[in-house]
């Protein structure tokens, strides 16, 4: 007696795959927008400088800027208070973020 055997585990996996990215993505969304809201405003320069990126080989997302006196405004300095924005808005979210990422992976 023969048995068919098909095999989706190429599908399943090109699914996990899409619900990962579309998690990533949707996270660095998310965190790019409280930062935004969290930065501090002088000029605007700053809040306006922040971007995410997702790097789908590592499974990261990267929320930064290339303004060099973020770090600056970030931690303080010597004649500067601190005016944390960028680890708040991670931190103070770890249970929204976990939620959207529940809710982001899941396969039809």
Do not use: C, W
């Not at 990533?24 to 969304?29: D, H, S, Y």
């Not at 935004?36 to 080989?57: A, C, E, F, Q």
């Not at 006196?69 to 708040?88: F, I």
């Amino acid at each position: 007696m023969s048995e068919n055997y098909k095999s989706f585990i190429d599908k399943a996996k090109n699914a996990l795959s899409e619900a990962e990215e579309r998690t990533l993505e949707a996270i660095g969304v998310f965190i790019e927008g409280e930062v935004i809201v969290r930065t501090p405003v002088l000029s605007g320069n700053l809040r306006n400088s922040y971007t995410h990126k997702m790097n789908s080989d590592d499974r990261s997302v990267s929320i930064g800027t290339p303004v060099d006196y973020a770090v600056y405004v970030e931690k303080g300095t010597s004649k500067q208070e601190a005016q944390p924005h960028l680890t708040p808005a991670a931190e103070d979210n770890i249970d929204r973020i976990k939620k959207l990422a529940s809710e982001m992976m899941k396969i039809d």
